[in-house]
């Protein structure tokens, strides 16, 4: 589960005594935190601990964590010669700490449990490359487009380029699948979605055809099923707002589904986390490839016993 390990003690013992960034940036820490979750709860697979902003800092736009504002790049891209600065090349030198952390996490885990990668897409990563950080409301990547989209297609075509060979450093240094979020996808009007998110995404996933499996997570992006499945992605992962069921049956039986728990149960009882399980799992009856998973990611106030909840319910479910 993606940010499993933020809602537990032994990580926030951590973050006493380091900033986030020191434990992404640094390979003993950031493999500390993926193998907590895994030594608590057992899950199937772990995912590397570290942020889907590493590339653009990797680029050359560094970011930071800020109290009470989110996350603030050190500068912003406005013009043509911001995009020129940014340089793909020095994306998988610059951030081999991610490699070794995963091997370091691969040594530990063994042939017993999973090792996911992981980086975000060009467009979720545009937004906040061209808003110099968080927002309210991110609008400055949809404008650019539409008023220079030759830039905006400059800036998209870097950013896939350092995303693809970010993703196979993490198949070389030990990963088993790579996970591909484009977590800003369902901002994307429809009719501009192909050009500002989905060319990009499949010319990184024909990247990794021969590389690994990899899982996309487009979400809001619940309209065109049928076409995200022709992209080449092994797992299509879904969002809470949509019957899993109702999606797999849209896709051909080699594309699994990953998904899709509401996060917010884990804030609630573990009764109603149960329940919801077994529901999800009685509707994916008879459907091969399914990977039970939440919607997104695990929210920081999540209670642990809705966790281990989930945990048993789908182990014991028949």
Same mark, same amino acid.
């Given at each position: 589960?993606?940010?499993?390990?933020?809602?537990?003690?032994?990580?926030?013992?951590?973050?006493?005594?380091?900033?986030?960034? %020191?434990?992404?940036?640094?390979?003993?820490?950031?493999?500390?935190?993926?193998?907590?979750?895994?030594?608590?709860?057992?899950?199937?697979?772990?995912?590397?601990?570290?942020?889907?902003?590493?590339?653009?800092?990797?680029?050359?736009?560094?970011?930071?964590?800020?109290?009470?504002?989110?996350?603030?790049?050190?500068?912003?891209?406005?013009?043509?010669?911001?995009?020129?600065?940014?340089?793909?090349?020095?994306?998988?030198?610059?951030?081999?700490?991610?490699?070794?952390?995963?091997?370091?996490?691969?040594?530990?885990?063994?042939?017993?449990?999973?090792?996911?990668?992981?980086?975000?897409?060009?467009?979720?990563?545009?937004?906040?490359?061209?808003?110099?950080?968080?927002?309210?409301?991110?609008?400055?990547?949809?404008?650019?487009?539409?008023?220079?989209?030759?830039?905006?297609?400059?800036?998209?075509?870097?950013?896939?380029?350092?995303?693809?060979?970010?993703?196979?450093?993490?198949?070389?240094?030990?990963?088993?699948?790579?996970?591909?979020?484009?977590?800003?996808?369902?901002?994307?009007?429809?009719?501009?979605?192909?050009?500002?998110?989905?060319?990009?995404?499949?010319?990184?996933?024909?990247?990794?055809?021969?590389?690994?499996?990899?899982?996309?997570?487009?979400?809001?992006?619940?309209?065109?099923?049928?076409?995200?499945?022709?992209?080449?992605?092994?797992?299509?992962?879904?969002?809470?707002?949509?019957?899993?069921?109702?999606?797999?049956?849209?896709?051909?039986?080699?594309?699994?589904?990953?998904?899709?728990?509401?996060?917010?149960?884990?804030?609630?009882?573990?009764?109603?986390?149960?329940?919801?399980?077994?529901?999800?799992?009685?509707?994916?009856?008879?459907?091969?490839?399914?990977?039970?998973?939440?919607?997104?990611?695990?929210?920081?106030?999540?209670?642990?016993?809705?966790? %281990?909840?989930?945990?048993?319910?789908?182990?014991?479910?028949?």
């Amino acid at each position: 589960m993606r940010q499993a390990g933020r809602c537990l003690p032994e990580y926030r013992a951590l973050k006493a005594h380091h900033s986030f960034l %020191e434990l992404v940036r640094t390979p003993t820490l950031a493999a500390e935190v993926t193998l907590q979750p895994i030594r608590r709860f057992g899950f199937d697979a772990a995912i590397i601990f570290s942020d889907i902003l590493v590339i653009a800092e990797a680029l050359g736009q560094p970011y930071e964590f800020t109290a009470g504002e989110g996350i603030r790049m050190a500068w912003t891209i406005e013009y043509g010669y911001h995009v020129d600065r940014l340089d793909p090349r020095a994306v998988t030198e610059r951030l081999a700490y991610v490699a070794d952390a995963l091997r370091l996490v691969r040594a530990e885990l063994g042939d017993a449990t999973a090792l996911l990668g992981f980086a975000g897409a060009p467009w979720t990563l545009a937004n906040f490359m061209l808003e110099g950080g968080s927002a309210p409301v991110f609008s400055r990547a949809l404008t650019l487009y539409r008023e220079n989209p030759r830039l905006y297609g400059r800036l998209a075509e870097k950013l896939a380029l350092g995303i693809a060979d970010f993703l196979k450093l993490q198949r070389a240094a030990g990963a088993d699948a790579l996970q591909l979020f484009d977590t800003l996808a369902g901002t994307a009007p429809a009719a501009d979605f192909d050009e500002l998110s989905g060319r990009w995404l499949r010319d990184i996933l024909a990247e990794l055809r021969e590389v690994a499996p990899v899982i996309l997570f487009a979400k809001g992006v619940n309209d065109r099923w049928s076409e995200l499945a022709q992209w080449g992605a092994r797992v299509l992962s879904v969002d809470a707002t949509v019957p899993l069921r109702v999606v797999a049956d849209q896709l051909p039986a080699p594309v699994a589904v990953q998904g899709n728990l509401d996060p917010a149960l884990l804030l609630g009882e573990p009764a109603a986390v149960a329940r919801a399980t077994r529901d999800l799992l009685e509707s994916m009856r008879g459907r091969p490839g399914h990977i039970v998973n939440l919607g997104h990611g695990v929210p920081p106030e999540a209670r642990l016993d809705c966790l %281990e909840t989930l945990v048993s319910t789908v182990r014991q479910f028949r």
